[in-house]
């Protein structure tokens, strides 16, 4: 069995495109935070969409992991109405290749 060490992007792993993949990586990540708010608070669908300012399907769907549905803006947008705070954090991309000035 042949192991390959992750790229650090499972979404990259999986083959998609760069662009798509860390917008697939942020998008997981947004969800995930909003699906533990969901279980810290012991919110329903119901509340929870009140809460986030969406309808309870949209609750469901994010619930159900049907990242295609959201948009990076909406996910923020639904957890500061949860009033968490989302912070941008750049960082390098290993192995990137360096572009040289002309």
């Known amino acids: 069995m042949k192991i390959e060490r992750s ?3 499972v979404f990259r792993d999986l083959g998609f495109e760069p662009k798509e ?3 697939l990586r942020l998008r997981a990540q ?6 533990r708010l969901i279980v810290a608070r012991k919110l ?4 929870a969409a009140k809460l986030f300012g ?3 399907p949209r609750v469901s ?3 159900r992991g049907k990242i295609d549905l959201f948009s990076i803006e909406t996910l923020v947008d639904m957890l500061a109405r949860a009033g968490v705070r ?4 750049l960082a390098p991309v290993r192995h990137a290749p360096r572009h040289q000035a002309a």
């Open 44 to 47: 329903t669908q119901k509340s």
């Open 21 to 23: 993949a860390e917008s």
């Open 7 to 9: 790229s650090g992007n």
């Open 61 to 63: 769907d994010l619930v």
């Open 86 to 89: 989302v912070q941008l954090r």
């Open 30 to 35: 947004l969800m995930a935070e909003l699906k």
């Open 54 to 56: 969406v309808t309870q």
